[in-house]
């Protein structure tokens, strides 16, 4: 993507059962201020559930409202992000089919999350075709919105680079057109004397010197020409880069940097471990589930030193608590100055204060479950809308448009 367009985020969640703290810390406070920097995208993406869940497809449908309600009670905003749900746009299906007659196998099958899973999830079939195109959904997802920037954990890196690949396999099998070089020259001469000249010595210094800088220059003053077609804009982009046009952009991945948020057990928080604290947990079981932590296991009876970095509790200080509080607990545990109930209630007390507006803005919309389905309504039919043109061009480079 060049600098001066304004970048389109997206992100996609299965929907595979209650969100809980590790999805908060790890991916929901990101969205929440992603989507004051940026047109976002956020969806439900419930065609990629089934491809673990198809025979149990009953977890999906209770969970995609329920998500829903869970990111609105966090703070997803839906006056500035476009909130909807993968299965009512179909031309995620569509760009995945089309993509999938030019995708090599062999790019799927070395993916590494591909054998991961499989062997993650023994219990489960996953020697199916849509496991396989798990990724080139992913991939239609992601350029169906030409998305610029793609939030993902570290896990999903790799799905953002094969879409890399894609969208650079097809704008070169399908971005050319006849007579590309002689209209991209048009185009050049559209600009004004003065701009063609820095044009073509920007292009030249990328093409032969790898300039980055040029290139975004380059691409800087494309986008602001007034005087020009889309088409050629695209032509003179396309241009810069080598000799076809670009259709669907490479989107880069933006790392989530976010502390792992640690489970009541100190492995990652995950509902496979049955350590999860959920968003909309009441304030009972929170004070329990907290309350029954294990502790340093040095620390039998009270007068016993503890250890804090062999304590789950410590990792929860580490995203809850100032580094005063810190400090007590750190001299406070080594010298059993205080006990292990006052360090949890800390804890506690945090992570209460945290939920309770969550779970009452949860409780409000559970309230009223016609204006989640019109946010929803709306915001599915703003991504059709963007999903439509998108496959409207993509079938016209593919020569699919006769009548
Ligand atoms: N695969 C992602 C996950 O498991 C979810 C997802 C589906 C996604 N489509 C996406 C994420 C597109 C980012 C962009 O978490
Ligand atoms: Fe863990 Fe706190 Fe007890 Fe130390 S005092 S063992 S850090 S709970």
Redesign the pocket.
């Known amino acids: 993507m060049n600098p001066s367009t304004p970048q389109h985020v ?5 929907p595979t059962g209650r969100l809980h703290l590790g999805h908060l810390h790890g991916v929901l406070n990101n969205w929440i201020k992603l989507q004051h920097e940026y047109s976002c995208y956020f ?1 439900v ?1 419930d065609w ?1 559930a089934l491809t673990t869940e198809y025979d149990n497809t009953g977890v999906i449908a209770q969970s995609v409202w329920e998500m829903i309600i869970d990111w609105l009670a966090v703070g997803i905003n839906p006056g500035e992000a476009t909130l909807f749900i ?1 299965s009512k746009i179909p031309e995620h299906a569509e760009l995945h089919l089309l993509m999938s007659m030019s995708t090599p196998l062999s790019w799927l099958e070395r993916i590494p999350t591909y054998k991961d899973q499989q062997q993650k999830l023994q219990n489960k079939d996953l020697s199916t075709y849509g496991f396989l195109g ?1 990724p080139l ?2 991939s239609a ?2 350029l169906v919105y030409k ?1 610029g920037l ?4 570290e896990d ?1 890196v790799a ?1 953002v680079e094969f879409t890399r690949e894609l969208a650079r396999r097809f704008n070169h099998i399908y971005g050319r057109e006849d007579n590309f070089e002689e209209k991209a020259k048009e185009g050049i001469r559209k600009m004004g004397k003065k701009n063609a000249k820095l044009y073509k010595e920007l292009r030249k210094n990328y093409q032969e010197h790898g300039d980055g800088e040029a290139l975004s220059t380059a691409q800087a003053l494309v986008n602001t020409q007034q005087n020009i077609s889309l088409g050629d804009k695209k032509r003179l982009l396309g241009y810069i880069e080598g000799e076809s046009r670009t259709i669907l952009p490479e989107p880069e991945a933006l790392l989530t940097k976010t502390a792992k948020m640690p489970g009541l057990d100190g492995q990652k928080m995950s509902k496979s471990y049955q350590n999860t604290i959920s968003l909309r947990e009441s304030p009972l079981v929170i004070e329990k589930k907290i309350r029954t932590m294990q502790t340093d296991p040095a620390r039998i009876r009270r007068t016993d030193p503890g250890d804090p970095e062999k304590c789950p509790v410590w990792q929860f200080h580490q995203i809850y608590s100032t580094a005063e509080q810190k400090t007590w607990v750190q001299e406070g545990c080594c010298t059993a100055g205080i006990g292990c109930i006052e360090c949890k209630q800390l804890i506690i007390d945090s992570v209460l204060l945290e939920l309770a507006p969550i779970r009452e803005r949860a409780i409000h919309f559970l309230e009223e479950p016609e204006s989640v389905r019109a946010i929803i309504a709306e915001g599915c039919e703003k991504a059709r809308d963007t999903a439509r043109e998108t496959l409207e061009e993509v079938r016209q480079v593919m020569g699919l448009m006769y009548r």
């Not at 793609?150 to 954990?153: D, I, K, N, S």
Request: charged fraction near 10%; charge should be neutral.
């Open positions: 997206l992100s996609g969640m299965r969806f993406a990629h993968q798990y959904l992913q997802d992601i998305a793609v939030p993902v954990g999903q799905h």
